[in-house]
């Protein structure tokens, strides 16, 4: 365990399957412990390995997802909500086809509801555990370098490298959207916890930035620097070139 001054945040660095099971049993525990639970949820390759194990433990009847609300962090902007690459089909396809959870519960932002969205995490209590993702330009949700950090949902031109991050998912670079609706820097802060998780050398740079560089609207991430209790699970490969001695 890492702890480094000026922040509160707390590394772990694990093999990925270690992060998720770690994660997973967290989440678990959670929705054990409480009537309703709130979770904040991303897209990408990083949490998948976190709903499979969630979808077992639903299936060998560990825990029940009746009582779960959740908002998911992004859309894509004009996107079919049947298309495979959009969040609503990932979360369908990894999650929430999979388990008990009410798709009425299920949140995600969008053209029409994205100015009101912050409110209505709100009135369901806030969010109790935020899982991120992180991308290569140091980038959370869809909020690009540059965004202001009191930022709250909203519509974002993706950056290049993030254009560029997300054509592996898409037949050619031309299909990938260049938009999206994103919860914004403060709608983030505002979890209770906080997970990012980063794995692999195409993340070294930004894990390496954010834990030794000072916060940075360059650096969207680094906003986590504020927040009382964020942890980044991190495996060897994102977490190869910082160069703080380990406490």
Same mark, same amino acid.
């Given at each position: 365990?890492?702890?480094?001054?000026?922040?509160?945040?707390?590394?772990? %660095? /694990?093999?990925?399957?270690?992060?998720?099971?770690?994660?997973?049993? *967290?989440?678990? &525990?959670?929705? +054990?412990? @409480?009537?309703?639970?709130?979770?904040?949820?991303?897209?990408?390759?990083?949490?998948?390995?976190?709903?499979?194990?969630?979808?077992?433990?639903?299936?060998?009847?560990?825990?029940?997802?009746?009582?779960?609300?959740?908002?998911?962090?992004?859309?894509?902007?004009?996107?079919?909500?049947?298309?495979?690459?959009?969040?609503?089909?990932?979360?369908?396809?990894?999650?929430?086809?999979?388990?008990?959870?009410?798709?009425?519960?299920?949140?995600?932002?969008?053209?029409?509801?994205?100015?009101?969205?912050?409110?209505?995490?709100?009135?369901?209590?806030?969010?109790?555990?935020? %899982? /991120?993702?992180?991308?290569?330009?140091?980038?959370?949700?869809?909020? *690009?370098?540059? &965004?202001?950090? +009191?930022? @709250?949902?909203?519509?974002?031109?993706?950056?290049?490298?993030?254009?560029?991050?997300?054509?592996?998912?898409?037949?050619?670079?031309?299909?990938?959207?260049?938009?999206?609706?994103?919860?914004?820097?403060?709608?983030?802060?505002?979890?209770?916890?906080?997970?990012?998780?980063?794995?692999?050398?195409?993340?070294?740079?930004?894990?390496?930035?954010?834990?030794?560089?000072?916060?940075?609207?360059?650096?969207?991430?680094?906003?986590?620097?504020?927040?009382?209790?964020?942890?980044?699970?991190?495996?060897?490969?994102?977490?190869?070139?910082?160069?703080?001695?380990?406490?």
């Amino acid at each position: 365990l890492l702890m480094f001054k000026k922040s509160n945040m707390k590394i772990k %660095i /694990l093999k990925k399957e270690e992060i998720d099971r770690v994660i997973a049993e *967290e989440i678990i &525990t959670l929705i +054990n412990s @409480k009537n309703k639970v709130v979770l904040g949820l991303a897209t990408g390759s990083s949490p998948i390995g976190v709903y499979d194990l969630l979808v077992k433990a639903y299936q060998n009847k560990e825990v029940s997802f009746k009582n779960v609300i959740s908002f998911n962090l992004d859309e894509y902007l004009n996107i079919d909500i049947e298309n495979k690459q959009s969040y609503h089909y990932f979360m369908k396809e990894h999650l929430f086809s999979k388990v008990d959870i009410d798709i009425n519960n299920t949140h995600f932002p969008s053209e029409e509801n994205y100015l009101k969205y912050d409110e209505e995490i709100k009135q369901n209590g806030g969010i109790d555990y935020q %899982i /991120l993702g992180i991308g290569s330009n140091g980038h959370i949700a869809f909020n *690009e370098p540059g &965004t202001m950090f +009191n930022e @709250k949902t909203h519509i974002v031109e993706l950056k290049n490298s993030t254009i560029k991050d997300n054509s592996r998912f898409f037949s050619s670079i031309e299909e990938v959207p260049t938009k999206a609706i994103t919860s914004g820097l403060e709608t983030i802060m505002q979890a209770r916890k906080i997970v990012l998780i980063a794995t692999g050398k195409n993340k070294a740079r930004a894990i390496c930035d954010l834990i030794e560089k000072e916060k940075t609207t360059l650096l969207p991430a680094s906003i986590l620097k504020d927040h009382d209790n964020v942890v980044i699970y991190c495996d060897e490969d994102a977490s190869s070139l910082l160069t703080k001695q380990i406490a």
